[in-house]
């Protein structure tokens, strides 16, 4: 490495996950902090690449975990933080953004985390998603559901994968859902349900350059086998198919779209009955 001093590399882990994105840190010479979860403190981490661990209470509440990382940098120089998992993205952020460390922000971290966000970003650049509406203007959510025929999905806005998605099939029982949320309705959105096959495409991109993407099909839709057992499969599939090639396609105008300037990504698409990818 050309720095004088070794990168101090902060991993926050909400989950025990990254053993190996801590070892290659360790072998570049970089001085590796971990935070996770107390219930996490005898977990298998490559303790042998960790020069520290600090313990959190076990929810892994932002505000505390600003101020543990504010007191931590009194007498340590952090140059990078880095998210370990997908629910940890938009807390090194909101951490990156107080000590002005580089790498991703608040803005940039919504379009990869906030469905509502992303889906407004691509669908004003002009790529394919469901029809859509913020899960908070009462009158929106009655246009939407007269406009766009039932089933509908809400989801909510920052959580992975089928968590917390509800299949809603008519206007009467939309409304019981949405007064359920109280004063969580604007963490929802109120999604069009396009039945089809579920791709994802997972990529690294350097530099805003994408260096290697993967074509994957699942082989039920996340959300079935969420809601209705079963195994959850996903195989890739040839990168010669015209489905890999159109997606890898969507995927770089995507990833430029959104601004991803670093890091590794995960997007989902489906193809509808018309044959057309849109953004998930």
Known sequence: MNEKRALTVLCLASYEKGQEFMRECKRLGCRVLVITRDKLRDADWPRE????????PDEFALEPLVHSVSFIARTRQIDRIVPLDDFDVETAAALREHLRIPGM??????????KLAMRVKARDHGILVPEFVHALNHDGLHEFAARVPAPWVLKPRSEASAVGIKKVDSGEALWPLVEELGDRQSFYLLEQFIPGDIFHVDSIVSEREIVFTEVSKYGKPPMEVSHGGGVFLTRTISRRSADAQALDSLNHELIRTLGLVRGVTHTEFIKGGDGRFYFL
């Open 105 to 114: 922000g608040d803005t940039t971290a919504r379009y990869f985390r906030d």
């Open 49 to 56: 690449s960790v020069d520290e661990f600090f313990y959190m």
